[in-house]
């Protein structure tokens, strides 16, 4: 199945590190392939590509969001990483096999590129390529835009602003839908989840749209 994502506004043609230490002034460390630094503005949440779908359907902001090869990989507030065994503890999915991680201080992460750009395979000749899904504001500081840990007690909330779930909602909902795409794999990618996507294109004014398959 196929989800349909928005092509990003950003303009084409720049070298990536460059995009990424001027445009976002993102630690990059250069490639091939060209990584990001994890646990200084944001941690990773990494999850199977069908779940992470899910999450897309359900959020319509979730702060920047990436697909490389059959996972996804949201960016969550710095720190998130360590929090993560504890949230799935006090959730109740701890013990329980669900094929989600995060990726916090002194990881790294190959960089994202925008729909469109072209970039050279890594040394060992694979171009399995992460690209992003919703993209990060060029000018934008990042951290306002991320779910982030408001504590256990409490209704959950905004994590990160502006509608942004906040990290207890989204880990919670990342380990529903891990545990789901574990059970029912065929089941994990839903014509709801792709009906919003489209949706959230045309509010934003992203007139392209590009597939992805998951399966």
């Not at 990494?46 to 920047?64: F, H, Q």
């Not at 390529?129 to 409490?154: K, Q």
Request: hydrophobic share 40%; charged share 20%; aromatic share 6%.
């Amino acid at each position: 199945m196929a989800l349909t994502v928005p092509c990003p506004r950003a303009p084409l043609g720049r070298p990536l590190v460059q995009w990424y230490e001027r445009e976002l002034g993102w630690a990059v460390v250069p490639g091939p392939p060209v990584r990001l630094l994890t646990g200084l503005r944001f941690d990773v949440l990494d999850l199977p590509a069908p779940a992470g779908a899910a999450l897309l359907g359900r959020y319509g902001r979730t702060g920047p969001v990436a697909l490389v090869g059959r996972r996804m990989r949201f960016l969550v507030a710095a720190g998130s990483a360590e929090e993560l065994p504890g949230l799935l503890d006090w959730l109740e999915w701890g013990g329980v096999a669900l094929d989600l991680s995060a990726i916090g201080a002194g990881g790294r992460i190959t960089a994202p590129v925008l729909t469109g750009w072209s970039v050279p395979p890594d040394r060992d000749g694979s171009r399995e390529t992460a690209v992003w899904l919703r993209p990060p504001e060029p000018g934008c500081e990042v951290e306002a835009t991320l779910p982030a840990f408001t504590g256990f007690a409490g209704p959950k909330g905004d994590g990160g602003g502006g509608g942004t779930p906040d990290l207890v909602r989204l880990v919670d909902a990342a380990a529903t839908e891990c545990h789901r795409a574990r059970l029912f794999p065929t089941k994990s990618v839903t014509g709801s989840a792709h009906a919003r996507e489209r949706a959230g294109a045309k509010r934003s004014g992203n007139a392209g749209t590009q597939p992805l398959a998951f399966s």
